[in-house]
């Protein structure tokens, strides 16, 4: 069976022009049925292989150009040198941190506010990963309630 792939960054028969069912579970690769076969596709990269042209001896990055990973259309995407696209997601991380209360669950109280994830991580002889879900689970960790701390 022929598969096609467009410049919207759909994946569908090229015989019968049948759409392939899009299974995404959140992330940049695809989950996509082919033959009712789940296959895993990071569509952004093959799209961009068949419609963005690629300068000789380039080694590069595909970024989104909407910062949106489910937007795979070739108008949104663009090659970055690598090293500039990992200089970027530093910089972002640096700027981006979201302060972080750290809540004494017997009081409700703020016990301490911390910059980041990173920084209450690295008080406390933690991961920020841990944090992080922490955060998202509301559940108590290390004895503590962590939250974001909210913006003003």
């Known amino acids: 069976m022929n598969h096609c792939i467009s410049n919207l960054g759909r994946v569908f028969n ?18 996509i049925r082919l033959n009712d076969k789940k296959t895993r596709l990071k569509l952004y ?4 292989a068949l419609f963005l042209p690629k300068k000789e001896d380039e080694t590069d ?29 530093k910089a972002d991380a640096k700027t981006t941190a979201e302060p972080v209360l750290q809540i004494d669950p ?8 911390h ?11 933690l991961t920020p990963t841990v944090i992080s879900r922490a955060k998202g689970s509301g ?11 909210p913006q003003v």
């Open 14 to 31: 090229c015989v019968d022009l049948k759409l392939y069912e899009d299974v995404n579970d959140g992330k940049s690769a695809r989950d």
């Open 45 to 48: 990269k093959a799209v961009a």
């Open 61 to 89: 990055a595909i970024v989104h150009i909407d910062g949106n990973i489910h937007n795979d259309a070739v108008s949104n995407l663009r090659r970055r040198k690598l090293a500039e696209k990992q200089r970027d997601i």
């Open 106 to 113: 017997a009081t409700n109280q703020v016990v301490c506010e």
């Open 115 to 125: 910059a980041s994830n990173r920084a209450a991580a690295e008080s406390l002889g």
């Open 139 to 149: 559940k108590i960790y290390k004895g503590f309630i962590w939250k974001t701390k």
